[in-house]
């Protein structure tokens, strides 16, 4: 998710609604084929609660077109966010991103289709109320009315809206068909090694064999060896 600029006291939202509203009702266009029809689709069948959710809230919607999703690595963010959303003014719409660590065998819970979509919440709450507005203001007015916790840096769903979007979504379009991936550390391989000559100690640094022999400064050759 986004970072948050503003430090200080979590915007506490009052106790939800959500759960004594009924969000329409959105029947997919048929099962998806893989992860990124998954994504779109959820995103189709979230948007319009998230829509009506802001109309409840007072909140005039910013959103002209339907934001587009992937599942990348998060431009310009850290490692560890886990989703994000950028306008695009080339292409006039929103591009969220979610993380490819959320997946099955996710770190942060077994529950990462709920984890998914929760943040799809998220995301799409930031592209409706508009950009750079961050978690204050009209963010937790739209963000209570659908039944997200604060604080919101971290995305969870109230039990009403989890069961909802079981019911709603996870029964019709199944589980996110995504494995989590984690990033491997390069290491070893390419790893520098230090060779120093034999015979004058000039120091070298490559990662390969160094078997030609070195013309030293005072004529003579000779082979470099490991030094570490
Ligand atoms: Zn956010
Ligand atoms: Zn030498």
């Known amino acids: 998710m986004p970072s948050n600029k503003k430090r200080g006291a979590p ?5 939800t609604k959500a759960d004594k509203r009924t969000l329409p009702d959105i029947v997919p266009f048929g099962f998806p084929k893989n992860r ?6 959820a995103v189709t069948m979230v948007l319009p ?13 910013q959103l002209t077109s339907p934001p587009k999703i992937s599942c990348s690595w998060l431009p310009g963010r850290a490692t560890s966010a886990l989703s994000s959303s950028d306008y695009n003014e080339a ?5 969220i991103v979610i993380s490819p660590l959320l997946g099955k065998g996710w770190k942060g819970g077994e529950d990462y289709t709920q984890a998914v979509l929760a943040h799809i919440c998220h995301e799409l709450i930031h592209c409706i109320v508009g950009p750079d507005k961050g978690h204050r203001g009209e963010f937790p007015k739209v963000a209570t009315m659908i039944g997200l916790e604060a604080p919101y840096r971290h995305v969870a769903f109230t039990e ?9 979504i996870v029964v019709r379009i199944g589980e996110y068909p995504h494995t989590s991936i984690h990033p491997v550390k ?15 100690g000039k120091i070298i640094r490559c990662a390969g064999d160094l078997k030609a022999l070195h013309q030293c400064e005072d004529g003579s050759t000779a082979p470099f060896v490991l030094a570490n």
């Not at 990124?36 to 689709?41: F, K, N, Q």
């Not at 292409?91 to 591009?95: A, G, I, L, R, V």
Request: hydrophobic share 30%.
């Open 91 to 95: 292409s006039n719409s929103y591009e």
């Open 36 to 41: 990124e029809d998954w994504l779109e689709t």
């Open 11 to 15: 915007v506490r939202a009052k106790a």
């Open 49 to 61: 609660f998230i829509r009506q959710a802001a109309s409840w809230a007072g909140v005039e919607s």
């Open 160 to 168: 009403g809206l989890r069961q909802q979007m079981h019911e709603q």
């Open 186 to 200: 390069k290491s070893g391989g390419n790893r520098q090694r230090k060779w120093v000559c034999d015979n004058c």
